[in-house]
């Protein structure tokens, strides 16, 4: 069932919820598959893209919390911190730490990097191969953590 479909039950459930909040957060989330959908001229949205979708727009809800928080302006960061976890649930079952580091381990090991300098193979190679099981910063401090 691709996430459009999911998105769109979750939308009515939320309605009768009367969950502003999360039919919110869902609705942006219809938003951004469907002007994807209009740019591309496609029917389909892959997986890989719906997956990037909800990281990007989970990154933004977390950038908007940090401003509104350093604001003090704790009731639009709450706002912004309910929708994230509200979108995080639609992704892929996140990676622990210890998975992560076992996961950039094969990498580097894969690639022969050794030093910290060749980070940018290595990050490439782990974006692709963990797309939608952690995001770009955990990757990118673990891969640093490990080469140095």
């Known amino acids: 069932m691709s996430l459009e479909i999911i998105i769109s039950d979750a939308i009515k459930d939320a309605m009768r919820a009367k969950d502003k909040i999360s039919h919110d957060a ?40 940090d401003q509104f928080t350093a604001q003090n302006r704790s009731d639009l960061a709450e706002v912004e911190q309910a929708q994230s976890t509200i979108i995080e649930k639609f992704l892929p079952q996140q990676l622990s730490a ?13 690639t022969g990097v050794e030093s910290a300098k060749d980070l940018g193979k290595v ?16 990757i990118s401090d673990m891969a640093k953590k490990l080469l140095s």
């Not at 469907?34 to 809800?61: C, F, G, H, P, Y």
């Not at 210890?98 to 894969?110: D, N, V």
């Not at 990050?123 to 955990?138: E, F, P, R, V, Y």
Request: glycine content about 4%; proline content about 0%.
């Open 123 to 138: 990050m490439g190679m782990a974006s692709k191969a963990l797309a939608g099981k952690s995001d770009g910063k955990s």
């Open 98 to 110: 210890e998975e992560l580091e076992s996961e950039i381990k094969k990498i580097i090991s894969q």
């Open 26 to 65: 869902l609705r942006a989330v219809k938003s951004q598959i469907l002007l994807v959908k209009t740019e591309a001229k496609d029917a389909d949205v892959s997986a890989e893209q719906e997956i990037a979708i909800l990281q990007r727009m989970i990154k933004q809800r977390k950038d908007s919390f």
